[in-house]
């Protein structure tokens, strides 16, 4: 197995692992298209890695919302103020800040980001020329660490690198289910219908559109025959249509958790005390389950305080008065798993 197919496969188990979510893999196969309300060009200053595998797609989104403009050490000290909820209350996510802070040092930095397989990992490319980089790689480097322990934030490694000369975009030729969802997207772009996202299932030759369950019966039948239309314009009816409805209440509560699990995920996994190696959740079936899984043994003597220690932590900022707007009445379980896949807090 060469180096990259090694690398794609730890991806993969990773992500199944910790992240995986059945009702977006079903969602999301192959190539997605997602519906847009800007044209703009996407921001390429943070280093994003999309990895499809065995035609299900993961999305994780806003894994991190970061940090403030004061030190969380200090912050924590001084004000007392419980961990979890500093970094929720904060307004950039880790990778952020390091780019902002370099960029504002005078650093050409093409990008920064944070990546857990094989290891957990701050990224940083440089610009610039080959002199360029190997003059300022150093200061970077040490730059990067005093941000990361402004934060406390002790489980990553350093990894600082030259930006990748610039590459020609695949020009190979589309296939027959891409060629569809194209003219579907742009036949219902003309016609003013909306919908969630669209994507393309190679091996069923079928196009999925995504519409919320708040549709109509008729505004549902619009877009399937305006999709339909669309493959009958371009020669592509030898393309299948598939519909599927998005459970909005699942989707809206999604919307409002997601900056409390981004701060859960961000503070336990960037300092090892915690010895957390992922962090999950689902909507599907409620109530919402939050799995945290640790790298402790379930034998190990600290394991029952660890998970205590987690929990508190976890519980504090979901019942905290800045998370209610976030969590309302939502009922939720919290589910810590040992390195032997043993509940450690419901036992």
């Known amino acids: 197995m060469c180096l990259m197919d090694r690398e794609l496969s730890e ?41 499809f595998i065995s035609s299900a797609a993961v999305l994780l989104i806003g894994l991190f919302i970061g940090s403030a403009f004061v030190s969380p050490a200090v912050e924590h000290v001084a004000a007392k103020i419980p961990y979890l909820k500093l970094i929720f209350k904060s307004q950039m996510s880790i990778s952020e800040r390091i780019y902002e802070e370099l960029k504002g040092a005078g650093y050409d930095i093409e990008g920064a980001g944070v990546s857990f397989v094989p290891k957990k990992t701050v990224s940083v490319t440089v610009g610039g020329t080959e002199q360029y980089y190997s003059s300022v790689k150093g200061d970077i480097e040490k730059k990067t660490k005093e941000i990361l322990d402004s934060w ?18 695949d020009e190979r030729n589309p296939s027959r289910p891409e060629l569809a969802m194209d003219a579907i997207v742009k036949k219902l772009e003309s016609e003013k219908l909306s919908f969630r996202t669209m994507g393309t299932n190679e091996k069923e030759k079928e196009v999925e559109i995504e519409l919320p369950d708040t549709d109509s019966v008729e505004q549902r039948e619009k877009i399937k025959a305006a999709a339909a239309e669309a493959l009958k314009e371009n020669g592509l009816e030898d393309i299948h249509i598939k519909i599927r409805l998005a459970k909005m209440k699942f989707v809206v509560m999604e919307q409002r958790w997601q900056p409390i699990i981004s701060a859960i995920a961000e503070g336990l996994m960037s300092k090892s005390e915690y010895k957390v190696k992922g962090v999950g959740y689902s909507f599907h079936p409620l109530p919402l389950t939050i799995t945290i899984k640790t790298s402790v043994d379930s034998k190990s003597p600290e394991a029952n305080r660890l998970a205590e220690k987690i929990e508190n932590e976890v519980k504090e900022l979901i019942h905290s008065d800045a998370a209610k707007t976030a969590v309302k009445d939502d009922p939720y379980r919290l589910i810590i798993y040992s390195k032997d896949k043993k509940e450690l807090n419901n036992r």
């Open 11 to 51: 991806v993969k188990k990773h992500f199944e692992e910790h992240y995986f979510d059945e009702e977006i893999a079903r969602r999301v196969k192959g190539n997605v298209h997602l519906k847009l309300k800007s044209d703009k060009k996407k921001d390429r200053r943070f280093i994003k890695r999309i990895t």
């Open 152 to 169: 406390q934030y002790d489980a990553y490694k350093i990894q600082v690198a030259k930006a990748p000369a610039e590459t020609k975009v």
